[in-house]
């Protein structure tokens, strides 16, 4: 083989080689999904599992899901324990007056697929569960994973994780899917 | 033997060969990896939601002279809408809304009219009130003495 050739040959191959590699390491990223930890006994991966956990880890678009999200997230019935509210409703209004509305899972998992509803930063958030509502006080910025900032237990650093009941309150008879 | 560069005698040489093979292998896995398709959320489950603009209805027309009353009329509103926070348990519970005496206390009487007329209650991002709705709670407040 020419001379010319070979060096092209190998050049092209080694350079294909080395972008692939660049391109799909992010060792930032990488370590938050390793960070979340092997999936619940019991609960495979799907739309029931890792209540609580930052979706947009992995739903986010830079995998390892390839199932993109805009939101996602839980709502639990109270803040001081782990119990679900399913069958709530989310309702988003984003910087363009454009509005969504959702509901959980009885896992008290939401999610919003990208091409459903591509926001308007800053967006605001209210939920509600029967007859109690709880509208959020500050706004989302930045992106729609809400289990990044509603992280248990409470904190200065976190507000802890999303809950619409007040301690006393009883859970209202909901249905869920 | 005519010396060629490094990077051409990469394809003759079994040692850089080799190293190109792995090189390659290994990319190989990273692209996998990284467009992995679990299948998680694929829609499946997914429960949709209801897409929207958010616009606030304009309400004209006199009130009739008799009036809406508390019990049909506002209640079941006040109920829907707005004891979720004015209501025990809620966080606005300092100002109720869940009685007639709480709804026609002096201060909510002054208030709540033009909060909901501008769609200002309920507050975003809740659905604002229907244009009914607003107007049967502007015409009950208008009233000296709302009907229970």
């Given amino acids: 083989?020419?001379?010319?050739?070979?060096?092209?040959?190998?050049?092209?191959?080694?350079?294909?080689?080395?972008?692939?590699?660049?391109?799909c390491a992010d060792p930032v990223h990488d370590a938050a999904v390793?960070?979340?930890?092997?999936?619940a006994p019991g609960v495979p991966a799907g739309p029931d599992h890792r209540p609580g956990q930052p979706c947009l880890t992995c739903h986010g678009g830079q995998g390892p899901s390839s199932f993109e999200m805009a939101f996602g997230g839980t709502v639990f019935a109270?803040?001081?324990?782990?119990?679900?509210?399913?069958?709530?409703?989310?309702?988003?209004?984003?910087?363009?007056q454009h509005t969504f509305a959702t509901q959980t899972n009885c896992?008290?998992?939401?999610?919003?697929?990208?091409?459903?509803?591509?926001p308007t930063y800053p967006v605001q958030a209210a939920v509600q569960w029967a007859s109690a509502t709880e509208v959020m006080r500050t706004e989302m910025r930045l992106n729609g994973d809400c289990n990044y900032c509603h992280v248990q237990p409470e904190t200065a650093a976190s507000p802890g994780h999303t809950w619409i009941l007040a301690p006393s309150t009883p859970v209202p008879e909901v249905s869920c899917r | 033997m005519k010396r060629a560069p490094f990077v051409g005698s990469a394809v003759g040489h079994p040692v850089a060969a080799l190293a190109l093979a792995l090189a390659l292998l290994a990319s190989g896995a990273t692209v996998v990896a990284c467009s992995s398709n679990d299948g998680v959320g694929q829609g499946r489950?997914?429960?949709?939601?209801?897409?929207?603009?958010?616009?606030c209805p304009v309400v004209n027309g006199k009130?009739?002279?008799?009036?809406?009353?508390?019990?049909?009329?506002?209640?079941?509103?006040l109920a829907a809408h707005c004891t979720g926070c004015h209501g025990p348990g809620g966080e606005n519970a300092d100002v109720p809304l869940n009685t007639y005496d709480a709804a026609?206390?002096?201060?909510?009487?002054?208030?709540?009219?033009?909060?909901?007329?501008?769609?200002?209650?309920?507050?975003?991002?809740?659905?604002?009130?229907?244009?009914?709705?607003?107007?049967t709670l502007r015409c009950w407040y208008a009233q000296l003495h709302p009907a229970k």
């Fill in chain 2, 45 to 55: 489950d997914y429960l949709g939601g209801e897409a929207g603009v958010a616009t």
């Fill in chain 2, 104 to 135: 026609t206390a002096p201060k909510v009487k002054i208030i709540s009219a033009s909060l909901v007329s501008v769609c200002k209650m309920p507050p975003p991002p809740l659905p604002s009130l229907s244009a009914d709705d607003i107007a």
């Fill in chain 1, 1 to 23: 083989m020419p001379l010319a050739r070979r060096l092209a040959s190998s050049a092209g191959v080694g350079f294909l080689a080395l972008v692939s590699l660049v391109a």
């Fill in chain 2, 63 to 77: 009130c009739s002279s008799s009036g809406p009353s508390y019990a049909a009329d506002v209640a079941p509103i």
């Fill in chain 1, 34 to 39: 390793d960070a979340l930890g092997p999936e």
């Fill in chain 1, 78 to 96: 109270y803040l001081a324990a782990n119990q679900p509210a399913g069958g709530a409703t989310i309702h988003l209004l984003d910087g363009a």
């Fill in chain 1, 107 to 118: 896992a008290g998992n939401f999610w919003v697929p990208k091409p459903a509803f591509d």
